[in-house]
Nanobody
């Protein structure tokens, strides 16, 4: 199983960016997908996640600004980031909690490669 993230880059404060993350491989089902971020000198934190049933969770600092969505048919999760702030600057990682099938069923946690988001003031 692989998670391929795309999007990110440089934006000005108040601007927007969109992240995408597609999961591929021997996937039986994906229970939840989400986005985490890690700023320099800080711990990785959950930004937002979404379950297969559509239940969504956001960290307080992004509520009202970021929107997570998911295309179950494409095993893809998106993060639309609006009204960006310099404090949103971080490496963003996608995550998938899934059941993999490779002869047997395995519950596993996968991470994407990380994509840099930089917001200038």
């Amino acid at each position: 199983v692989q998670l391929q993230a795309s999007g990110g880059g440089l934006a000005q404060a108040g601007g927007s960016l969109r992240l995408s993350c597609a999961a591929s491989g021997s996937i039986f089902t994906i229970n939840a997908m989400g986005w985490y971020r890690q700023a320099p000198g800080k711990q990785r934190e959950l930004v937002a996640d979404i379950t297969s049933g559509g239940r969504i969770n956001y960290v307080d600092s992004v509520k009202g600004r970021f929107t997570i969505s998911r295309d179950n048919a494409k095993n893809t999760v998106y993060l639309q980031m609006n009204s960006l702030k310099p404090e949103d600057t971080a490496v963003y990682y996608c995550n998938a909690q899934l059941v993999e099938y490779s002869g047997r069923y395995y519950h596993r946690d996968y991470w994407g490669q990380g994509t840099q988001v930089t917001v200038s003031s």
